[in-house]
């Protein structure tokens, strides 16, 4: 019954599709179609459901609006909390931990629980939670929702398990760390201050602990009132009431006076001897004014005041400085005895944490190095020396330096070219950090088995590109590359990239990286494609452009008599290779009219310049301003080191470089390509049919159905490869001269429907996407109209069709070919396939100084919609790799004895060189649906529709567990996995909702079952799709926690423990416990039990040391229990007795008395 219902289930997601010359092949998903083969495939597929699991693996990157810091000083970890819920646990390198809140609410404070294994949240939502930090992957082990009162601040003595809790409306409540508890004990405001004050002292910003008694607490309220509460008593000590607002309280480690820090930026020093009046107030960034006032201040947002037994005790404080100095940069000041030390930051200062050598408050602190987290930033300054310079960052949080555009990932890449990336980046490294080691070196991390070299690359707004070791799920820097230091600088308000682009003209959208061959290619956002070759030496180079007309020719002209009659063609592109032509950039290139024609966007310097090792720029390809126009950006690029081509496309047409001899081989548009093999019958129209033209030279838009249309289309050809501005009527010409329709009539300038010719080169990280959400039937056609038009028999002459990908490989162009050649697979926004052969010389000699030839076969092949990805299997299902050229230093010293040569790596069709004339598979998938065609018949074998109400996304050809599937990220935020050849469902899983457009332009796939995305402006997020690597995971990820003896306190003398009161004495449980302090109302918060506990232990439970562990953890929850167990028998033995106390002395009372006495 259940493979019935599969059979039906796959009957009535079928769809008819077709090729051109070979039988269409309407088959159901997955299943092979009933067109004859030449031959059997017989391909033993090994991969299965059970082979794939999706998980989040590790979060790189600096935490996206932080929040909150807090330091372990035992453990030595550091915690981050930010304002999407997340927190960040780092420690040592390796040692990097992402958890995430499930409401999402802001995380407000953060509370370790000193060398316990334990970490509090205070949240927005006013939860607090308590996480379990003695696993690999922490969880939440308690939560307690306050209901009536916000929470706005948090204290956790060291070494007590009660935590206070101060709230808005000025109560301090007081929480049970074990049990996360509330304490009938509280703290209420009308009772913390004077009965005769008149106003409310506003909300609780400050609890702590005296240093000098553990019993009392001192209280800060906004407004300025401070409380020392005697716990035991339930009674105030002293109240302050100071006139300015109170930001922070930090005390001296005798507790005998405090410091407070004040909205008017100045600082107050108060002696517990006398609490009328401050003993020392003081404006550090105040002057005098000449009519001797003092200058206004912004506030002091927090101060720390820690002792050394060396030297002079540290103040620190952000804010405080004058409000007159407009500009000046966020301030952290350092006040040490006379000196005073201002720090300036890059960004906002959101918290910083002075630490300390012991985690006692009552003992000389010893700070040695200030955490400040900024919002884009985390600094760690090292106090120990004078000049107080910075530590070097282990880690990874400069990928925002610049808004990352685009990312690239790549597993198992060759193990020499890490190394090789590193020693030259190292030598670009800043000097003057701190030559101590990073202070934040908790937990452990070892090297797992299950590792292998992996390589992203992240592009950005400022043409940069960062290579970054992500090997072993770390991320470390290797290697920077500037794109823009190609171009000259240019001039504020000059070029054509000012006009175009007002900022971040070098912003990069893609690039293309063969690590075999060392070459490098990126796209930028000013149309324009530099190619780079890596050289362990310097040189001397100039840097050779090519500039390429690819462009549609806008009718000009548009006479009144002849529109409605005359349609408008323009000559056809021939279909042999074009001569390059160089076209001169200067910027009096201009039609009589004065409209741009034949310019660049930016200028190549033309000059020889110094390159230093590491990737070094060969060539430069730019596109061309036409008639007014400028130049599409580019959404297609492939290069391929054995062919020494480079190939790649917009939405008017494609073009093929021969990066050996710097020539333009091909530039032709999509229609061209087709030549008599168009499957279409392109449809004249009126011109007029949806314009509105107005006297003078006018804009021509759409009608709005047109334009929402356009809104609604997938973004895969129109938004996330690369900008197209509107159809025009004219088929492309490969830079052929535009025939004028006639002399008289308006001129017309044909654009987009009111979209500018570029947009601002925005970052990945910053745009947002607006998906079709289709709930009636007329809005569902209308949403996904472009992706269906290439199943209809006819489409308007006014559809553009941008070519989308493309992919060199040894193929068959046509179906009589007997052996594969070197080809170029082209797909359109249309869902429509080309193949293009090519003859390239085999002799170095002859390759460099004889033409490739190359032209459309006219093969061509059809799926539904934006054709996204090929690849190529042999006939037993193995991945075909495209041929490569090992890498050779050009620079390198010439050797007479070893002249060299190119040395190329081909790999056969098929996997015994006899069968190698049998054909291949080629894999195409689409942003609806995936083929397999049988090469060279043509023939479809397989066929699957993805997805029917959403779109593909990303779709990639990747190996996993020995194998090879499809794997398709879908903008519904299904992530999938399908069997090749025969295309089976193996894993479709609900996992990230699409809600902008930086993780359509940034999620990538790679072998190995690995992917990422931007998850935000500031943080990569990495996942894995393969069963085996979460299994893996755990010995992968680093520990938190290690065993490690608290530091034992100092022993404080007699005559200090006789005159320093009896702060040792005091037992919280006494007073906080439910027998004395009763029960906590119900309404006030809810306790909510986490999932924490049983799961992280079945998580923690791998291998021996896990069993272990596991045992020991059962035993003492076991214990625990036995123990509250024992508790709750001992209290209700008590009750009874003293029920049956009571109960007697009743009976006595009463049994002597008469009826009547009662």
Same mark, same amino acid.
């Given at each position: ?65 932080? =929040? ?544 230093? !090792? ?112 509107? !159809? ?252 090749? !050849? ?63 003896? =608290? ?112």
């Amino acid at each position: 019954m259940k493979k019935f219902r599969k059979v039906l289930d796959g009957l009535t997601t079928s769809s008819p599709g077709g090729t051109i010359g070979s039988p269409s092949c309407g088959s159901a998903a997955g299943t092979p179609t009933a067109a004859p083969t030449p031959r059997e495939i017989d391909v033993q597929e090994t991969l299965v459901s059970e082979n794939f699991q999706l998980c989040k693996t590790v979060r790189h990157g600096f935490p996206y609006q932080p =929040t909150a810091l807090a330091f372990d000083p035992v453990q030595k970890i550091l915690a981050i909390g930010s304002r999407s819920g997340g927190v960040r646990i780092l420690g040592r390198p390796g040692v990097d931990c992402y958890c995430q809140h499930e409401s999402g609410a802001a995380v407000l404070q953060l509370q370790f629980l000193i060398n316990e294994g334990a970490l509090v949240t205070a949240c927005a939502d006013d939860t607090l939670h308590l996480w379990n930090l003695r696993q690999r992957r922490p969880a939440v082990l308690h939560s307690l929702k306050f209901n009536r009162e916000r929470i706005t601040f948090c204290h956790l003595p060291f070494q007590s398990k009660w935590l206070y809790v101060g709230t808005e409306r000025g109560n301090t409540h007081i929480v049970n760390i074990e049990s996360f508890i509330l304490s009938g004990y509280v703290i209420m405001w009308n009772k913390a201050i004077e009965l005769s004050t008149k106003t409310h002292p506003g909300p609780v910003v400050h609890l702590s602990d005296s240093p000098k008694d553990e019993g009392k607490l001192l209280i800060g309220f906004e407004s300025g009132t401070i409380v020392q509460w005697d716990l035991r008593a339930k009674k105030a000590d002293f109240r302050i009431y100071y006139d300015e607002a109170i930001h922070s309280v930090s005390w001296h480690h005798e507790g005998k006076q405090f410091m407070c820090s004040h909205s008017d930026g100045s600082l107050t020093l108060w002696n517990l001897r006398n609490t009328t009046r401050p003993f020392q107030v003081t404006f550090p960034h105040g002057k005098i004014q000449k009519d001797g006032r003092k200058e206004s201040c912004k506030p002091i947002l927090k101060v720390e005041y820690k002792t050394s037994r060396s030297s002079e005790p540290f103040v620190i404080f952000s804010g405080g400085l004058s409000y007159d100095k407009a500009g000046r940069r966020p301030t952290l000041t350092i006040m040490h005895g006379k000196a005073i030390t201002v720090l300036e930051m890059d960004y906002p200062i959101v918290e910083f944490m002075v630490l300390c050598e012991t985690p006692y408050n009552n003992e000389v602190q010893e700070p040695y190095a200030v955490v400040v987290l900024l919002e884009k930033d985390l600094i760690v300054v090292d106090l120990t020396q004078s000049n107080f310079p910075v530590f070097e960052n282990p880690y990874p949080m400069d990928i925002h330096e610049s808004p990352v555009t685009c990312t690239a990932y790549f597993a198992d890449c060759p193990p020499d070219i890490i190394p090789i990336l590193y020693s030259i980046g190292a030598k670009h490294k800043k000097t003057g950090y701190s030559q101590k080691e990073w202070p934040i070196s908790g937990g452990t991390w070892t090297l797992g088995s299950h590792t292998y070299p992996e390589i992203i690359i992240t592009g950005h707004a400022d043409g940069s590109i960062k290579f970054w070791d992500a090997s072993a799920i770390t991320l470390q820097m290797l290697y920077k590359l500037k794109t823009s230091k190609v171009f000259e600088k240019p001039k504020p308000g000059e070029g054509r990239a000012a006009e175009l682009v007002e900022e971040d003209p070098f912003a990069v959208q893609m690039v293309s990286w063969c690590p075999q061959s060392r070459i490098f290619c990126v796209v930028g956002i000013s149309a324009h494609i530099i190619l780079y070759r890596f050289s362990k030496y310097d040189a001397n180079t100039q840097i050779v452009s090519l500039e390429v007309r690819l462009q549609c020719e806008s009718e000009d002209v548009i006479s009144p008599s002849e529109n409605e009659n005359n349609p408008c063609f323009s000559e056809q592109g021939s279909h042999s290779p074009q001569p390059h032509h160089q076209h001169p950039a200067s910027p009096g290139n201009r039609t009589p009219e004065g409209i741009k024609d034949s310019i660049p966007c930016l200028k190549v310097k033309d000059r020889v310049v110094r390159v230093p !090792p590491g990737y070094q720029s060969e060539l430069v390809i730019q596109l061309l301003w036409v008639d007014g126009e400028p130049p599409q950006q580019i959404t297609s690029l492939d290069i391929n080191s054995a062919y020494g081509l480079l190939a790649f496309g917009n939405c008017n047409g494609v073009a093929v470089v021969d990066y050996l001899q710097k020539t333009i081989l091909l530039c032709m548009s999509t229609l061209d390509l087709y030549g008599a093999a168009d499957p279409y019958q392109r449809l004249t129209r009126s011109p007029r049919r949806n314009r509105q033209s107005t006297s003078g030279l006018t804009e021509l838009t759409d009608n709005q159905q047109s334009i929402d249309m356009e809104r609604s289309k997938s973004p895969t050809s129109d938004h996330v490869n690369g900008h197209c501005t509107s !159809p025009t009527s004219q088929p492309c010409s490969a830079g052929k001269p535009r025939i004028p329709m006639g002399p008289e009539g308006p001129r017309l300038t044909r654009r987009g429907p009111g979209r500018p010719p570029f947009r601002k080169a925005q970052s990945a990280a910053c745009m947002e996407i607006s998906l079709p959400v289709s709930h009636t039937e007329e809005s569902r056609e209308n949403s996904f109209s472009r992706s269906r038009s290439s199943s209809v028999s006819s489409i308007d002459r006014d559809t553009k069709e941008a070519v989308t990908t493309l992919q060199f490989g040894e193929s068959y162009g046509r179906k009589s070919d007997a052996l594969p050649t070197p080809c170029l697979w082209v797909g359109t926004s249309l869902g429509v396939v080309l193949l293009i052969p090519m003859s390239i010389p085999t002799d170095q000699e002859e390759r460099m100084e004889e033409p490739v030839t190359i032209g459309p076969s006219g093969a061509v092949l059809m799926l539904k919609s934006s054709v996204l990805r090929f690849a190529f299997l042999d006939l037993v299902g193995a991945l075909i790799q495209s041929p490569y050229e090992v890498w050779r230093d050009l620079n390198a010293p010439e050797d007479p004895d070893r002249p060299r040569r190119r040395k190329l790596v081909h790999f056969s069709p098929s996997s015994s060189q006899d069968a190698c004339g049998d054909g291949h598979l080629a894999v195409v998938c689409s942003e609806r649906q995936a083929k397999v065609f049988l090469m060279p018949s043509q023939s479809c074998l397989f066929v699957h529709n993805i997805t029917e109400s959403s779109f593909v996304l990303r779709a990639d050809v990747v190996s996993v567990c020995n194998s090879v599937c499809l794997a398709c990220f879908c903008a519904n935020g299904h992530v999938m996995t399908l069997s090749l !050849p025969s295309l089976r469902p193996l894993m479709d899983v609900n996992y990230l909702p699409l809600t902008d457009m930086r993780i359509a332009r940034t999620f990538c796939f790679t072998n190995g079952g690995q992917a990422l995305y931007l998850s935000s402006p500031t943080e990569i997020q990495r996942i894995t799709y393969s069963q085996e690597m979460c299994d893996n995971l755990q010995e992968m990820l680093g520990e938190l926690f290690t065993p490690i003896e =608290t530091p034992e306190a100092q022993n404080r003398g007699f005559l200090k423990g006789f005159f320093g009161g009896n702060a040792h004495t005091f037992d919280r449980e006494e007073l906080f416990g439910e027998a004395a302090a009763g029960k906590a109302s119900r309404s006030l918060a809810q306790h909510i039990p986490g999932q924490g506990g049983v799961e992280g232990m079945k998580v923690a439970a791998s291998g021996a040391v896990g069993e272990l562990a596991r045992a020991r953890i059962a035993l003492d929850e076991r214990g625990q229990r036995l123990g509250e167990l024992e508790e709750r028998t001992a209290l209700m033995m008590t009750s009874a007795e003293t029920f049956s106390k009571h109960a007697h002395e009743l009976m006595l009372k009463c049994k002597d008395k008469k009826w009547y006495q009662f």
